[in-house]
């Protein structure tokens, strides 16, 4: 048999669809497959179906029930056997499309646990895939099937989360957002669900979303239960400021290609020029002269491309290196690429805007004491203004510390000319095509 309740009931002998009869059968035979292999008494199920004021009436329909069940179940329905005054129906490992379920949902969280990622969402898909609506979906009055109701239903959720949690593991972000948006609207308050939207962002390059994903989580809960974000989910927002890899994807696969800064992917082809000047710019910054290099060229000159090789370059010659980016998708918070490069930077609470890049560069001046700094400012064009200006600020002050700014914009960026004054230099690279 093939009996089915994770949608409207439905019973299967082989092929052959089982004609159920009306509410009551159909209560009864719900209620016999909820409390399988039991002996259920009459005056129990009568008093699941009907209540505490049961017509006089209910013993004879029960009976009738069961009599028309029996001619439809296979072997004159022998699997539904009298007991004394109670009836019992057998029902085997795997003929309830629950059980599979929660046989597929062990296997799939057993495989998660051992970090087999893809058999992990294999396992979870094909179990969710016997859902085919809400649970007992024709029983959703019916007092007796109430809890059940409820507890597969959060066993659906929890399902869909482990199955995103393997996709994730899985190096699968890309086409999890639009779903995971619509998890997190039907179930706002699921903290699991809005740690993976900010993940799935963040791994799929939209931080600035991801932040903002956060933010929304912290003002939902706020709102609806008077209580802050879990320490966990706060933790994930301050790795996303920081951009720490302990939050990049498990298989370094998408993320790695798409997050510069730590080796350049190819060779740097005919940048033999540039590669020269910025050699002995590590040099000067590495025995305590610091410098500011900008770069400018239009779209795919390679400017990244060379920052990345620089960037290699120092961290062979021991230097640390922070990486930012401006964005423009919209939404991201003050001081972005900053932010970015250096998770500790303070916020800017209202300070003026002096002693707060004062402040910003005594931090800097400390940290390249500890470990020679390399710091690359990508997308500058994409900067917000505060940026650019906490850049020249920082770039007056960078002579006198073991540091080495590289500034990159695309032709026409914003306070080019400014940041070309408080340079030592310049590059513009032309378009490579
Ligand atoms: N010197 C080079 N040698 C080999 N490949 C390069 C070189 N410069 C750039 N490329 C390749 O050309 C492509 C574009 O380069 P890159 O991303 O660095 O451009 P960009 O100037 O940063 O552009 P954008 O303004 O859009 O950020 C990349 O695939 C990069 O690997
Ligand atoms: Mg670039």
Known sequence: MDYRILGPLEAFDGERALSLGGTRQRSVLALLLLRAQEALTRDVIIDELWGETPPPTAAKVLQNCISALRKELPDGGAALRTVGGAYALEVASGELDRDRFEQGLAKGRAALAAGESEEAAEQLRTALALWRGGPLSDFSYE??????????????????????????????????????????????????????????LYRTGRQAEALAAYRDARRTLLGELGIEPTRALQELEKAILAQDPAIDVEPRRAARAAAPGRHAATPVVGRDDELTVFDAALDDALAGRGRLFVVVGPPGAGKTHLADEVASRAKVRGAAVRWGRGWDGGDAPPYWPW???????????????????????????????????????????????????????????????????????????????????????????????
């Open 143 to 200: 007092h007796f099937a109430q809890e059940e109701i409820a507890r597969l239903e959060e066993l659906h959720v929890e399902a869909v989360e482990d199955r995103i949690d393997a996709d994730l593991a899985g190096g699968r972000a890309e086409g999890l957002v639009a779903e995971l948006e619509a998890l997190v609207g039907r179930h706002p308050l699921r903290e699991r669900l809005r740690r993976q939207l900010m993940l799935a």
């Open 339 to 433: 932010r970015q490069a250096i998770r500790e930077l303070p916020e800017h609470d209202g300070a003026e805007r002096f002693r707060y890049f004062a402040a910003v560069t005594e931090l800097l001046r400390t940290e390249a004491a500890k470990q020679p700094l390399v710091l690359v400012l990508d997308d500058l064009q994409a900067a917000d203004e505060d940026s650019l200006l906490l850049l020249e600020f920082v770039a007056s002050e960078v002579a006198e510390m073991p540091m080495l700014i590289v500034g990159v914009a695309r032709d026409g960026a914003p306070r080019l000319e400014e940041l070309a004054r408080v340079a030592t230099r310049t590059l513009q690279l032309g378009s490579r095509t």
